[in-house]
């Protein structure tokens, strides 16, 4: 049935809506009515003429009602062109039979978005726990634009953190201010026309120093009189970050001290003879207390009895010799025959050494000669500044009578530095009745440490007879590309009857096979496999193999593994585990028990097992308390990217065992990185505190440092279960200039609530330059060319006084062979060429001018000079040079 269209008036199905109008294009406004005859829009009470309007009419199929539809264009020049008391705006009329209806005014403006802001946000330096607040006022724009805020471009989300307010007011509010809060906050406007940033506003959250508790008074620092005693501080409690203020006061407090003098003890009178007794002897004695011995004095030498024949050798007891006497005939007796018996003795040592000699072809007793000189000896790098090869600007020469060691690595190549960081080659030597040990140091033994909260990725691979452990794993690193694990270290040598010492180089382990301690054939040696050991146990050092497998030893092995355990009963558990056939770790025993399969003796830093069963054993570490130690090594390396002017410095804490530290050797070695200061040690406890590591004195006005990279930390189970991994993070600089060639600055490295240490960073930066090049005129030379010439003058001469190049030799350790140098035209020339090639790397000339100044003291002492002899000073010297 058709409704009737009269009984009612029009109704919108659509009215027009607010609109934008973004850029230059035109919106579009709508009106749809049910019943209607006509629509038309009205704009600003005026109506819209006909031609503008677009309609079009359809027959609703639910109501049968007749629909119409009205559309119209507004441009932006309409509505920039309208001036009125209000905004532009639009509104439809329909008509029915019954009469017209209205609908909502729809109001169109131009959108758009100021570029400046209001109120920029501004930066601020707030100390720890404080209240950060940040303003911002976006600019002005239709519709009103919102606002985020942004800190380190990352979007700031109030909902997910309590400690965060963001008001309606566009204000962002931290209510007390945490380390992580440092940053770069920028205020983000935003409407549908644009986004647009505010100046970016830098947060430090700066952390003031504080005082750590005063350490124990010294002992007096003189054994006897009056002394002086010292206790220290650090300003650690917290450490000063991010430019906070350094502690006030005094970090070292003296006072004076009385320590007693050692007495040494005085003999007393003897006393008087006794009866002569019926063995022919009298007695005497004196006791040592003329003065008594006090206070660590030195007891009395000599004896304290003595006792003599009462009657000149003639017994006249019984009319007859009596026993006495002939017990001193039997004695008699009895010591030239125990003199015969040594003489026989010696004899046969004499024999025997000869015999050794003649045949030292037919067998070997060591492969490594120059590890039996050191016995146990940990091959720990030096932890004194002297010496230290790996340093940049190390000026003393290295002690090439300690074994093995490393070079100055000035340019790390693949040719001549290659032998120095990889592991000596496999040494075999045929012998008679002998038999093959190797002895290999795995990169590390997977155990797995039960960590709060993070756990690790550990890789387990299979080795085989014959396969070399190209194992690579992750590690675990902040700010650096990851570390290539290294080759397995080995070292292969054959023992038989006379036993001999097997090292593997730059490890901390050796192996002493003992004389006799086998006579059996060689056998093949073979790497298991590595498994997980579960439970708390921490990794203490290298995990070690030895073999052949199956091998019946006559007497026990001494194997020394180095460790990084501060060794106390009370606070570790360390047990030495052993691979079983399954390859599964099993205890042999605990360090602190008593065994009869093996036996174990804890140094601070190494230790000695003597064991009779070949396989692959590892020396593990349970911490039964806080107060546990496990001690790092950290070293700091730089390096600079080739035609760049950032300078790289990379901070790595590892294990203090020789053979985690040649880990980071041989990484460094890849990227051509320098040791800037000497290795040092710090005490890390099992506190479940982090490590901090954090760069300062920075010069401001030659380097910039990226902001809020300044301190950078390692959690707890990274640097506790690290199990002989590197760890590294690293700190980039950039210089201002190209010209600024020196970097100096201090690396902090602390555990929070725990021990601090500080590497003090001075090197140069120039790029290196591993190529070959000459040098000509005085550029070459240390020793400028007038200084050379006065003191060949001087010292090419003898004269009486013994004042001659001879002399000079002596001065400057350059006195062996001295023939050579008497068959030249001018030794001293030679002498002083000589000096300059072995201090070629030497940044000055003091031991030179130490020289001269030593020759001048004896020149002095003799008699007075002749007038036309040329005299040189030490002062001649240092002037010009560094003039």
Known sequence: RTPNLSSTLPHFIQEPEDAYIIKSNPIKLRCRAAPALQIFFKCNGEWVHQNEHFSHEYKDLNTGLKVREVMINVSRQQVEDFHGPEDYWCLCVAWSHLGTSKSRKATVRIAYLRKNFDQDPQGKEVPINGMIVLHCRPPEGVPVAEVQWLRNEEVVNSMNDDNIDTRADHNLIINEARLSDSGNYTCLASNIVAKRRSATAAVIVFVNGGWSLWTEWSACNVPCGRGIQKRSRTCTNPAPLNGGAFCEGMSVQKITCNALCPIDGGWDEWSVWTVCSNQCERQRSRECNSPAPRHRGKMCEGNAEASENCTDGLCTQSKALSPSCMDSSTDVALYSGLGAGIVAVAILVVAVMLYRKNHSDYGVDVIDSSALAGGFQSFNFKTTRQGNPLLLNSSIQPDLTVGRTYTTPLCFQDGADKELFDPLPDIKVKVQSSFMVSLGVAERAE???????????????????????????????????????????????????????????????????????????????????????????????????????????????????????????????????????????????????????????????????????????????????????????????????????????????????????????????????????????????????????????????????????????????????????????????????????????????????????????????????????????????????????????????????????????????????????????????????????????????????????????????????????????AEDVAPEYTG
């Open 447 to 873: 155990f797995h440490a039960k960590a709060p909260a993070e756990t690790f990725p550990r890789d387990l691979s299979r080795d085989y007879c014959g396969t070399v452990d190209r194992r690579k794993k992750g590690l675990l690193t902040l700010n650096g590309p990851t570390i290539a694990s290294r080759e397995q270290l080995r070292t292969t040598g054959m023992f038989g009857h006379p036993g001999g010492r097997l090292v593997v180089p730059n490890t901390g382990v050796s192996l002493l096979v003992p004389h006799g301690a086998n006579d059996c054939i060689n056998k093949p040696f073979c790497v298991f496999s590595v498994q997980t050991l579960e439970g708390c146990e921490i990794l203490l050092g290298p995990e070690v193999m030895y073999g052949p497998p199956g091998l019946d030893l006559l007497c026990p092995v001494a194997l020394t593994i180095a460790h990084c355990a501060e060794v106390d009963a009370e606070n570790w558990n360390i047990q030495l585990k052993r691979k079983n056939s399954d390859s599964k770790w099993e205890e042999v025993m605990s360090v602190e028990e008593e065994s009869t399969c093996c036996y174990c003796l804890m140094d601070t830093k190494s230790c000695h097992l003597l064991l009779d069963r070949p396989g692959s054993y590892a020396l593990v570490g349970e911490p039964l308390t806080q107060a546990a130690v496990k001690r790092l090594k950290l070293a700091v390396f730089g390096s600079m990217d080739a035609g760049s002017v950032s300078y790289s410095l990379r901070v790595y804490c590892v294990d203090d065992t020789p053979h985690a530290f040649q880990g980071v050797v041989a990484a460094e070695r890849t990227r051509g990185g320098q040791l800037l200061e000497e290795p040092k040690t710090l005490l890390f406890l099992a506190n479940t505190f982090s490590l901090q590591v954090s760069i300062q004195d920075v010069p401001q006005f030659l380097w910039s440092i990226k902001p809020f990279t300044t301190c950078q930390e390692f959690s707890f189970p990274q640097v506790w279960c690290s199990n002989q991994q590197p760890l590294h993070c690293a700190f980039s600089l950039e210089r201002y200039s190209p010209a600024t060639a020196q970097l100096s600055c201090k690396i902090s490295v602390r555990q929070v609530k725990g021990h601090e240490q500080i590497l003090q960073v001075y090197t140069a930066v120039a790029e290196t330059d591993c190529t070959i090049t000459s040098q000509t005129g005085s550029k070459a030379f240390k020793i400028p060319q007038s200084i050379r010439q006065r003191i060949c003058a001087t010292f090419d001469t003898a004269n009486a006084k013994g004042k001659d190049w001879q002399l000079l030799a002596q001065k400057l350790h350059l006195d062996r062979n001295l023939g050579y140098f008497a068959k030249q035209h001018s030794p001293s020339a030679v002498i002083l060429s000589l000096w300059e090639a072995r201090h070629q790397d030497s940044a000055d000339l003091d031991s030179l001018a130490s020289a001269l100044e030593e020759i001048g003291k004896i020149h002095s002492r003799s008699s007075p000079r002749d007038e036309d002899e040329p005299e040189l000073q």
